[in-house]
T-cell receptor, first 117, second 109 residues
């Protein structure tokens, strides 16, 4: 199998606070994990790629100091949205690949719906 | 630049066949993926093509023509549960997925 979990599934926070989202590969070791953001009726937008034990690679336009990514182990990556604003409200999805070669199928977590009030 | 084009929305009848087209332009090419995404849920993998031709997997088939930068997803014997968005994504030379905006498929009884 290849199951990826995310926690929490939904979170509501106040503007200015920080929120941490966890992404776990439950039955495999994920060398590479990806973090996406998806706004309603839009495609997935890759935010960053993270490899275990190294710094994440952020896509152009994504603020690395605002979206902190930590890939502490082969089964866990976390995304922390710092000083959240209402415009950060979105559906955040992580995915993971099984092998070192990134040309593998990405297994997606169920997503986290973030609402910033 | 890199670009993926697919229709925004399609409608089909239960039991029928529908073909969802996708054209892509990427810097290098390492394969074409199709994912299904139900509203409010994460995408689930349907198919991966890296060589030209048709790959059949049950009711779903996917076709690729690398020379034309073209792929399609063919869904047969449509069921109501097939109502979803279908995302086309091409992998570029850096193994990064370039995503289309998705095609919303509406199935009518």
């Amino acid at each position: 199998g290849a199951v990826v979990s995310q926690h929490p599934s939904r979170v509501i926070c106040k503007s200015g606070t920080s929120v941490k989202i966890e992404c776990r590969s439950l039955d495999f070791q994920a060398t590479t994990m990806f973090w996406y953001r998806q706004f309603p009726k839009q495609s997935l937008m890759l935010m960053a790629t993270s490899n275990e034990g190294s710094k994440a690679t952020y896509e152009q336009g994504v603020e690395k100091d605002k979206f902190l990514i930590n890939h502490a182990s082969l089964t866990l990556s976390t995304l922390t949205v710092t000083s959240a604003h209402p415009e950060d409200s979105s559906f955040y999805i992580c995915s993971a690949t099984k092998g070192e070669d990134q040309a593998y199928e990405q297994y997606f977590g169920p997503g986290t719906r973030l609402t910033v009030t | 630049g890199q670009n993926i084009d697919q229709p925004t929305e399609m409608t089909a009848t239960e039991g029928a066949i529908v073909q969802i087209n996708c054209t892509y332009q990427t810097s290098g090419f390492n394969g074409l993926f199709w994912y299904q995404q139900h509203a409010g849920e994460a995408p689930t993998f349907l198919s991966y093509n890296v060589l030209d031709g048709l790959e059949e997997k049950g009711r779903f088939s996917s076709f690729l023509s690398r020379s034309k930068g073209y792929s399609y997803l063919l869904l047969k014997e449509l069921q109501m549960k097939d109502s979803a968005s279908y995302l086309c994504a091409a992998m570029d030379s850096n193994y990064q997925l370039i995503w289309g905006a998705g095609t919303k498929l509406i199935i009518k009884p």
